[in-house]
């Protein structure tokens, strides 16, 4: 059975930072491409990065220079450190792992900016 479970997501002020992990289990998460999506009230759930089985990185444009995803394999774990937040940053963040037709997410933690 696959799990992923979330952590890391809060409350935070206008500029800071939050980092946001992921852990998966019952897969080998190193052959699965591992990202971010979130989804604030009222619209869809959208890319915010994702990270591939080879290390190749992909950001929405809203996040990048700010937001830096990465994965501990032997942890079977993705990561992502949000910088320089902003109010727009304020969605739930789900977690998602995918392979071919094998698609996984999370339960999704708040993430909340206040100006």
């Known amino acids: 059975q696959v799990q992923l479970v979330e952590s890391g997501g809060g409350l935070v002020q206008s500029g800071g930072s939050l980092r946001l992990t992921c852990a998966a289990s019952?897969?080998?998460?190193?052959?699965?491409?591992m990202g971010w999506y979130r989804q604030a009230p009222g619209k869809q759930r959208d890319l915010v990065a994702q990270?591939?089985?080879?290390?190749?990185?992909n950001y929405s444009d809203s996040v990048k220079g700010r937001f830096t995803i990465s994965r501990d394999i032997a942890k079977n774990t993705v990561y992502l450190q949000m910088n320089s937040l902003k109010p727009e940053d304020t969605a739930v963040y789900y977690c998602?792992?995918?392979?071919?037709?094998?698609?996984?997410w999370g339960q999704g933690t708040q993430v909340t900016v206040s100006s």
């Open positions: 019952g897969i080998m998460s190193s052959l699965y491409t």
């Open positions: 990270i591939t089985s080879s290390g190749t990185t």
């Open positions: 998602n792992v995918h392979r071919s037709w094998r698609n996984y």
